[in-house]
C-alpha cells in the first residue's frame, strides 16, 4: 500500500469508477445535454464513486498481489 505501483493502480480504478458513475448518471437521461447538465451533482456522484474505489483499494491490501489494489491474485 506504501508503494507507487499501488497508488497508480488505485488511482486507475478510481477514474474508471468517476466514469462510470457519470455514465450511470447521465445514461438515465433520454437525451443529454451539456448545457443543462447538473454539474454539482455530476461531480458529487463522480467524486463519491472515486472514494468508495480508493477506500476498496486500501481494505483489499494483502488479498490479492503484493502492492495491488486488486482482490484477485494472479497467481494460478
Known sequence: MFTTKF???AAERAGKSAAQ????LWGGDAVFSAWDADWVTAGGVAAGAAVLSLLTSVVSVGAGEPNSPSLVSASR
Open 21 to 24: 458513475a457519470l455514465l450511470l
Open 7 to 9: 497508488w497508480k493502480a
